[in-house]
């Protein structure tokens, strides 16, 4: 056969239409030659008119082609130069950190230049060594009273799985200040910290080291015993420190008087940090305050799940972590800033909403939110109401609610 493929089947005959394409002598490769390239023989060719337009709309199209390309060469080299700057700033401050600052802690903690620091973010090589500082260890825990309290959080797992059915039982039988039983919901809220990264969850580098702390503080603490949202704040912890350290570090941050407070659900001094909260919001955002009046949205509707994480579920990793850092050096005074910061934030975005879409958004904030702005927000909050600070002004409500008659304190001063 004339025609025979490689396999020695007979093929179809090349179409009139294939035959005349294979005789062409153009063939169009790009858009460029479409525009550029005279036409075939065998048609009109272009009248000048046109093919001028032709090559200007070409020439256009390379010179938006080059802006393009400069433009995107300019931003790449902006990226790059703030990225060394970065690196930079970071070298020096680990630098000014480990040879200045750590060596002579007492004296420096509180200088100026070390606040001013301090607010810039502290850098991830030091953080560890510098909140175990700030946060500070006045039970005076030990590695060895760690090891006690795992062994026996170790001892109540063991039983929990060979008792099986009877561990609800047993469990109904704890009081109300013995609450090792706790242990057990450990396991369900390991799997829901930090799920993105998924280094927490079974199987994942740190999922045994964040079990062990929450164990074993369920065995230091029993009285407090395991309450949803300490997951977060022992995996921050964890990511910076060692476990035994996190350890140290996570108890005597849970025995601060505000994060007792709420760990412990006292509803009354719970209250009394939302009307201190209250004080400063009218103060900094009137009309916002206002609009939360209006609409019946009270401080306790997102200030629970923002203190009881200290921010870790609700904001971006890195900027939690920033968050912490000024919360290590100001301490609890610094949380509820941070949440007027937020609020002033997004206050233009919060004033055109109703009670639902508030309470949707501010439980669910935007996952890109950036550090930089976040921290501009916060700054321009002024935490002195009628030239008294935070502490004074919680001071003084507590003792209004103490001299009340019994019953629930009012959310407002």
Same mark, same amino acid.
């Given at each position: 056969?004339? =025609?025979?493929?490689?396999?020695?089947?007979?093929?179809?005959?090349?179409?009139?239409?294939?035959?005349?394409?294979?005789?062409?002598?153009?063939?169009?490769?790009?858009?460029?030659?479409?525009?550029?390239?005279?036409?075939?023989?065998?048609? +009109?060719?272009?009248?000048?008119?046109?093919?001028?337009?032709?090559?200007?709309?070409?020439?256009?199209?390379?010179?938006?082609?080059?802006?393009?390309?400069?433009?995107?060469?300019?931003?790449?080299?902006?990226?790059?130069?703030?990225?060394?700057?970065?690196?930079?700033?970071?070298?020096?401050?680990?630098?000014?950190?480990? &040879? %200045?600052?750590?060596?002579?802690?007492?004296?420096? *903690?509180?200088?100026?230049?070390?606040?001013?620091?301090? *607010?810039?973010?502290? +850098?991830?090589?030091?953080?560890?060594?510098? *909140?175990?500082?700030?946060?500070?260890? %006045? !039970?005076?825990?030990?590695?060895?009273?760690?090891?006690?309290?795992?062994?026996?959080?170790?001892?109540?797992?063991?039983?929990?799985?060979?008792?099986?059915?009877?561990?609800?039982?047993?469990?109904?039988?704890?009081?109300?200040?013995?609450?090792?039983?706790?242990?057990?919901?450990?396991?369900?809220?390991?799997?829901? #910290?930090?799920?993105?990264?998924?280094?927490?969850?079974?199987?994942?580098? =740190?999922?045994?080291?964040?079990?062990?702390?929450?164990?074993?503080?369920?065995? =230091?603490?029993?009285?407090?015993?395991?309450?949803?949202?300490?997951?977060?704040?022992?995996?921050?912890?964890?990511? &910076? !420190?060692? #476990?035994?350290?996190?350890?140290?570090? @996570?108890? &005597?941050?849970?025995?601060?008087?505000?994060?007792?407070?709420?760990?412990?659900?006292?509803?009354?001094?719970?209250?009394?940090?939302?009307?201190?909260?209250?004080?400063?919001?009218?103060?900094?955002?009137?009309?916002?305050?206002?609009?939360?009046?209006?609409?019946?949205?009270?401080?306790?509707? =997102?200030?629970?799940?923002?203190?009881?994480?200290?921010?870790?579920?609700?904001?971006?990793?890195?900027?939690?972590?920033?968050?912490?850092?000024?919360?290590?050096?100001?301490?609890?005074?610094?949380? @509820?800033?941070?949440?007027?910061?937020?609020?002033?934030?997004?206050?233009?975005?919060?004033?055109?909403?109703?009670?639902?879409?508030?309470?949707?958004?501010?439980?669910?904030?935007?996952?890109?939110? +950036?550090?930089?702005?976040?921290?501009?927000?916060?700054?321009?909050?002024?935490?002195?109401?009628?030239?008294?600070?935070?502490?004074?002004?919680?001071?003084?409500?507590?003792?209004?609610?103490?001299?009340?008659?019994?019953?629930?304190?009012?959310?407002?001063?």
């Amino acid at each position: 056969m004339e =025609y025979e493929d490689k396999a020695g089947r007979a093929s179809k005959p090349p179409s009139p239409k294939q035959n005349v394409r294979k005789n062409l002598d153009f063939e169009p490769l790009s858009t460029t030659a479409l525009i550029l390239e005279d036409r075939p023989a065998n048609l +009109p060719a272009k009248p000048a008119e046109e093919a001028q337009k032709h090559r200007q709309q070409y020439e256009e199209m390379v010179v938006q082609a080059k802006k393009r390309e400069l433009k995107e060469a300019q931003r790449r080299k902006k990226q790059l130069e703030e990225r060394c700057r970065l690196e930079e700033s970071i070298g020096n401050a680990v630098l000014t950190w480990n &040879n %200045e600052i750590l060596p002579n802690w007492e004296t420096m *903690w509180c200088s100026r230049k070390v606040r001013d620091l301090w *607010w810039q973010g502290i +850098p991830p090589s030091v953080r560890g060594k510098v *909140w175990g500082l700030a946060i500070g260890n %006045e !039970l005076n825990i030990t590695h060895e009273l760690f090891d006690i309290c795992l062994a026996r959080a170790k001892e109540r797992w063991r039983s929990f799985s060979t008792a099986g059915s009877d561990v609800e039982s047993e469990d109904a039988s704890f009081s109300a200040a013995d609450r090792e039983a706790s242990l057990e919901l450990i396991k369900l809220d390991i799997s829901r #910290t930090f799920p993105n990264l998924c280094i927490f969850q079974q199987g994942g580098p =740190y999922h045994d080291m964040l079990h062990s702390i929450l164990g074993a503080y369920t065995c =230091y603490r029993p009285d407090v015993g395991y309450v949803q949202g300490m997951s977060f704040i022992a995996a921050v912890l964890i990511l &910076n !420190l060692d #476990t035994a350290d996190a350890f140290i570090a @996570f108890s &005597n941050l849970l025995n601060k008087p505000c994060q007792m407070a709420f760990f412990r659900v006292d509803h009354g001094l719970m209250l009394t940090y939302f009307a201190a909260f209250e004080v400063f919001f009218e103060e900094n955002l009137p009309k916002l305050f206002a609009h939360f009046k209006k609409n019946n949205l009270t401080p306790d509707i =997102y200030l629970i799940d923002w203190i009881f994480t200290l921010y870790s579920k609700s904001l971006p990793l890195d900027l939690a972590c920033r968050i912490w850092d000024v919360f290590c050096r100001d301490g609890e005074e610094f949380l @509820f800033r941070t949440a007027l910061g937020i609020l002033k934030l997004f206050e233009g975005v919060l004033s055109n909403m109703d009670f639902i879409h508030i309470a949707q958004f501010l439980t669910r904030l935007p996952d890109d939110l +950036p550090a930089e702005d976040c921290f501009a927000s916060i700054a321009a909050i002024q935490m002195q109401s009628r030239n008294k600070k935070w502490a004074q002004v919680l001071t003084a409500l507590q003792k209004d609610s103490r001299d009340m008659d019994k019953g629930s304190p009012s959310l407002r001063h």
